[in-house]
């Protein structure tokens, strides 16, 4: 424990010490008995937060974990209304109890580690890589369980009780046509498809029901998974309160089936059977016609991402190739939006 | 100007440059980005052939659907107000058939491999 006096000082020469440095002394601090703590490396996800694994040795076993962070000088939240690392450590601790498969937050950084914001949890081994999971042969007997487990997973986040949650973001099915509208509306170039994507939402708004916890990014990809099945759910910073079936539209919308486009959920299976895990595990009976409003959405969602991708790169904001090339990818949104407002048999 | 090699022949001759040559020297993310490189020049290749008759048949569809004429841009752009306002109806079946042309002739572009463009151009023979 840091003392009283001189307490500034030691947080002022902790910022000039390295990250490998700063982490061994954050998790010595919580656990003072463990005799190593090594950074092994930043993993390649997400620019606005940093993402790494770490291994502490205790009584002689290796075990790892990952270490979520704010990288230095970048301040907390990115105006993308995305969690703040804080409220999504809070979130993970809140799902996991109510049975999400989630990994385990060991701690959460404060003022006296001078890391910024941020949270250690447990390392889940698995599969992360869409096309791996899909393709695989070491993966082939957790396919047909995966729009089960999914379903099971989908029921318990929708089942939290959102008062003891932190403050998140709320969003109606109108809310969230408008704000693709006005995504749109920032993009100079006329784009008809998207247009007629966002009129036809409009005028097939479907009732407000009572708002739950959504993950906001539940699909192929944000997943942990084993050859038994899945191991995890990642990825909550665009967790917040809205329709239950956000989830269900986005996990089935076809960008995320990389290329298996038969199988609606994920490129897993279909849609029939992400419903009996979700109706299995309490949740509420899903009228799967009610479906295809919300994967137009998540394809219209994704198609404005894209443009938004692209123009990170022409304002020259990202240089990379990568982001000048996702402007082409608005040609797979159409065909996905026409094949689900206009399909063809 | 008939300059040999063309530009079709140059793009053709780095993208295969990229793909059998550079890429083996390079490693992790800069052989991503090389990856994705080979797959510009290709959609590059590809619009240099394809493009010219896509939009000559874009422009003869909306000048039918809309009744207006114009250049190809200020075409789009009237579709785009006209769908937005509701002028022409989301189940509009004239729309929906020059939509749906439009994003294939795009797709035959920019990713002739994606699955469901593949599946589309089937059902669409079907018919």
């Known amino acids: 424990m840091p003392g009283r006096d001189g307490s500034m000082m030691r947080t002022v020469s902790a910022t000039t010490q390295s990250l490998e440095e700063r982490l061994e002394r954050a998790v010595r601090r919580r656990r003072p008995d463990v005799e190593s703590v090594r950074w092994l490396e930043r993993l390649p996800a997400g620019a606005t937060q940093e993402t790494s694994v770490f291994e502490v040795v205790d009584q002689g076993n290796p075990r790892r974990s990952i270490l979520r962070r704010r990288p230095d000088g970048m301040p907390d939240g990115d105006g993308l209304s995305r969690t703040t690392l804080e409220t999504e450590a809070e979130l993970l601790r809140v799902v996991g109890n109510s ?78 046509v408008e704000g693709q509208r006005q995504a749109l509306a920032q993009h100079e170039r006329p784009q008809p498809v998207l247009e007629l994507a966002v009129r036809w939402l409009a005028h097939r708004i479907p009732p407000a029901q009572p708002l739950r916890l959504v993950h906001g990014d539940f699909r192929n990809g944000n997943l942990i998974v084993g050859p038994e099945g899945l191991r995890s759910v990642l990825d909550w910073e665009l967790a917040h309160l809205g329709d239950p079936l956000e989830d269900f539209g986005w996990v089935c919308a076809n960008v995320w089936r990389f290329g298996v486009v038969d199988q609606r959920v994920g490129g897993f299976g279909p849609l029939e059977e992400l419903i009996e895990g979700y109706v299995s595990a309490g949740g509420q009976a899903v009228d799967a016609s009610a479906v295809l409003w919300w994967e137009v959405l998540a394809s219209l969602k994704w198609a404005t991402i894209c443009l938004g991708m692209y123009a990170l790169y022409t304002s020259g904001l990202d240089p990379s190739i990568e982001r000048a090339t996702i402007g082409r990818r608005l040609s797979e949104n159409e065909i996905d939006l026409l094949n689900l407002i206009a399909p063809l048999s | 100007m008939h300059e040999r090699p063309d530009a079709l022949e140059l793009i053709t001759a780095v993208r295969e440059f990229l793909s059998e040559h550079a890429m083996n020297e390079l490693e992790g993310r800069t052989r991503f980005h090389a990856r994705v490189a080979v797959n510009a020049l290709g959609i590059v290749e590809r619009e240099l052939t394809l493009r010219g008759p896509a939009c000559e048949r874009e422009a003869a569809r909306l000048r039918d659907l809309l009744g207006t004429e114009g250049e190809l841009d200020e075409q789009v752009a009237e579709l785009s ?9 989301d189940d509009d079946e004239a729309l929906l058939e020059h939509l749906w042309s439009t994003a294939l002739d795009k797709l035959a572009i920019d990713q002739p491999g994606y699955a469901a463009y593949q599946r589309a151009l089937e059902q669409r023979e079907k018919r």
């Open chain 2, 81 to 89: 107000k006209r769908i937005r306002s509701g002028e022409l109806a």
């Open chain 1, 99 to 176: 049975g999400v498969p989630v990994p385990r937050v060991e701690f959460i950084l404060d003022a006296s580690d001078a890391m910024g914001a941020g949270y250690a949890m447990e390392w889940i081994e698995g599969e992360t890589i869409p096309r791996r999971i899909l393709r695989d042969e070491s993966y082939a007997a957790a396919r047909p369980r995966l729009p089960r487990q999914l379903g099971e997973a989908l029921a318990r986040i929708h089942a939290v009780e959102i008062d003891p949650l932190p403050a998140l973001p709320r969003a109606t099915p109108a809310q969230l």
